[in-house]
């Protein structure tokens, strides 16, 4: 073989010196993915330190107006005490955190000596600003004005959620009701009935499990068209119920919020541990992924405009390889901005909510349009170079590849005499 060809290998080499060769060729691959893979964690680290010292916010300058009247604010222990101009307390404000979708809420709320809420105020929160936005622009916040502390101020109850952003009102709930129990407590000498906290378990998360025992089973499945029926029955489930009803397909936000220590309430939220821990779980011991392959509802939409139009696997060679490392590169800006600024709404750039609730920004429904048209001339698209959830799936088997490898090592060394 001419010493201008592409191979490395030359076909006159013996077969144990290619077979060398090609080892060599893999140690180099894994030491640089390696290397990688450890320069990322730590930049990851890094990111998490800096928004952890970096963020909070000053919670004073918002007391007056949870406090309406108040010309002198003061603090007992957990509480703001608002009095008037002739010393009289007129009263108090506290404050509660509460999960929500991407991340904590903060909230204020005031108490006059009556037990009635005066005001209540978002102080921060970590929320996708399209959905949180939802919540901002309804009547949500102000409904709470008036209410008695001994009101139920749930949603369901006495308040509505607000259609599209369930979980951030919620979050906004939960917040206010603890911050009313602070007061109750501490400044009323009110003992208020005990929190209940039923587990909510129904129909999306029995659909999950089902469509995770069914893309488990499936992949294990050798007869190819009983296979492909059966993936396209997990596909179609998939963009029915994760997509167009629940609207609950995985996202970056989930794993920035994952890696920033903002877990939602198991009780509440069965559907977030159910959905990140069955991937995780099943990637990290099967190196599978039956989630993107399977039934991920915006990956099964582009199969079905591949199925229409025809379209088929599109990997240029030249151009390959340099999209994925921009997908990769969008991945972990993703992630990074969402640590660094304890903000992990902010990490998502996927348009589902847009294709499965037609609502996002300019930029989304671009991207939106783009991935549509773009579907019917190639497979799957945005999974092959943009989705920022696929070099989240390869970070875990790679780790998952390291670990096995140094244990095997390990093993296979002589014991010491």
């Known amino acids: 073989m001419s010493s201008s060809s592409r191979s490395p290998i030359s076909l006159d080499e013996p077969i144990d010196s290619r077979r060398e060769t090609k080892a060599v060729v893999r140690q180099r691959q894994n030491r640089r993915e390696r290397l990688l893979l450890l320069l990322a964690a730590g930049a990851v680290v890094l990111a998490w330190f800096y928004g952890y010292f970096t963020s909070g916010a000053d919670v004073a300058p918002l007391v007056p107006k949870v406090l309406p009247g108040a010309v002198s604010v003061t603090i007992q222990g957990d509480l703001f005490v608002g009095s008037d101009d002739a010393g009289q307390i007129i009263g108090y404000a506290a404050t509660a955190t509460a999960p929500g979708y991407g991340g904590p809420i903060d909230v204020l709320v005031g108490v006059d000596p009556t037990g009635v809420v005066l005001g209540v105020e978002i102080v921060a929160e ?82 999950l499990i089902l469509l995770f025992v069914a893309g488990y089973v499936g992949h294990r499945i050798h007869k190819p068209v009983l296979k492909k029926r059966i993936r396209w029955a997990t596909l179609l489930g998939g963009l029915i119920f994760l997509g167009f009803i629940y609207t609950a397909p995985l996202t970056i936000t989930m794993i920035a919020s994952l890696l920033s220590g903002y877990w939602p309430d198991w009780h509440s939220n069965l559907y977030w541990y159910l959905l990140i821990g069955g991937i995780l779980f099943v990637t990290t011991v099967e190196a599978k992924n039956p989630y993107c392959s399977w039934f991920c509802p915006f990956g099964a939409f582009q199969e079905c405009m591949a199925a229409v139009s025809g379209a088929k696997v599109y990997r240029p060679r030249t151009l390959s390889d340099g999209l994925k490392w921009v997908q990769r590169g969008l991945s972990l800006t993703a992630i990074l901005l969402g640590l660094a600024l304890r903000r992990p709404g902010v990490a998502g750039y996927e348009p589902f909510a847009t294709l499965f609730d037609l609502r996002g920004s300019m930029v989304q429904w671009a991207l939106l349009i783009i991935v549509v048209l773009a579907s019917l001339v190639m497979y799957r698209p945005f999974c092959n170079y943009l989705c920022p959830m696929d070099p989240v799936i390869d970070i875990i088997a790679a780790t998952r590849r390291w670990i096995k490898e140094t244990w095997s090592s390990w093993r296979a060394k002589p014991a010491n005499p």
């Open 126 to 207: 970590r929320e996708s600003p399209g959905f949180f936005r939802l919540v901002t622009s309804s009547d949500l916040v102000a409904e709470y004005t008036g209410r008695a502390m001994t009101d139920p101020l749930r949603l369901g109850d006495d308040l509505d959620a607000v259609t599209g952003a369930t979980v951030s009102s919620e979050g906004v709930a939960n917040g206010v009701r603890a911050a009313v129990r602070t007061v109750a407590a501490e400044a009323l000498a009110t003992a208020l009935p005990p929190e209940a906290t039923p587990i909510e378990f129904g129909a999306p998360e029995i659909v």
